[in-house]
């Protein structure tokens, strides 16, 4: 037994009342509200809701190895993958992990319990592929989508949340410098002319694309995976004009960029390091780490290479 759980049931005794018993669920929702970053405070918050369908009334006490066992098939039960349940599972840890620093209970079921994870698979297109995005004719509607994916890629994979919540003053002296909302950490892109070209024809006021100016991050990146999933021939039957499609890329989304660019890289014996460097990994020990991200000479010079393949066939 804890201090504070010890506290509680003397409190109990003298008072001649039992004690409110605080639930799972009222904690996981305290701790989610001390998270800086709204992305980890969302993710932390879902768990939550997932612990308060499956048993509200769950303590620290009550969450043993059935406990564990149980909630993990009653994910998969309502269709969440390995991946998904996995995120939960860990969530629900790091809170045990921090009730036990923080004195509030000594109990944790964690010991004999395995959180299970797959491998995720590769999302990377081939400079083919690439090709065909940046050139398809499709539905004019896409084009606009094609083109961000293309800017997504000319900036080494930057992340949809980064690039549309850029300010307008994002770019000096011909880089985009912007802090990654995932790590915080500070990034320098040189923008090549062909990103350049991009960034003008979309230029907004409020923000550096005018996309974020009409619609909120989220909203916008979800119509775009939508948009280039449908991408392909579409052919109008019948008299209600019903579309039937043959989509070139069904399962893309814009993580895709980022996985693109890092395995041209690869291809183009880039070395590792400066692929580490271009994406924001640690690589080998943190003073390597520093050093690669001083010389960030060797980076702007792995961009333009993999665009001058991708787009001249330059090798």
């Not at 003298?14 to 639930?23: H, L, Q, R, Y």
């Not at 770019?171 to 985009?176: L, S, Y």
């Amino acid at each position: 037994m804890s201090d504070k759980e010890l506290a509680a049931a003397i409190r109990e005794e003298i008072s001649g009342e039992p004690a409110k018993k605080e639930t799972f669920v009222d904690f996981i929702g305290r701790y989610a509200v001390k998270q800086k970053k709204e992305n980890t405070k969302t993710v932390y918050l879902s768990t939550k809701e997932k612990v308060f369908q499956y048993d509200g009334n769950a303590t620290f006490q009550t969450i043993d190895l059935n406990w564990l066992e149980g909630f993990d098939s009653w994910m998969e039960g309502n269709g969440l993958s390995v991946n998904s349940r996995s995120i939960h599972l860990r969530n629900i840890r790091t809170v045990f992990n921090e009730a036990i620093d923080n004195g509030e209970t000594s109990f944790y079921p964690f010991r004999k319990f395995k959180i299970r994870k797959e491998e995720t698979r590769k999302r990377s297109l081939s400079v083919d592929d690439l090709r065909v995005i940046r050139n398809y004719q499709g539905e004019d509607f896409i084009k606009e989508y094609q083109d961000m994916f293309m800017l997504m890629f000319y900036l080494i994979g930057v992340n949809s949340i980064d690039l549309y919540k850029a300010a307008p003053d994002s770019i000096v002296d011909g880089r985009f410098e912007y802090k990654r909302s995932k790590t915080g950490r500070l990034f320098s892109i040189k923008v090549e002319p062909e990103a350049m070209e991009i960034i003008e024809r979309y230029k907004g006021k409020e923000h550096l694309l005018y996309v974020e100016d009409i619609k909120d991050y989220r909203t916008y990146t979800y119509a775009m995976c939508r948009g280039l999933k449908k991408l392909g021939e579409v052919e109008v039957k019948g008299r209600g004009g019903k579309k039937e499609r043959k989509p070139l890329f069904p399962d893309i989304s814009t993580y895709w960029a980022r996985h693109t660019w890092a395995t041209i890289a690869a291809s183009l014996d880039i070395p590792k390091e400066t692929i580490s460097a271009a994406l924001g990994h640690e690589i080998g020990s943190r003073v390597t780490s520093i050093y690669i991200d001083f010389d960030q000479k060797k980076v702007d010079e792995a961009n333009r290479k993999v665009m001058d393949y991708v787009l001249y066939g330059k090798e």
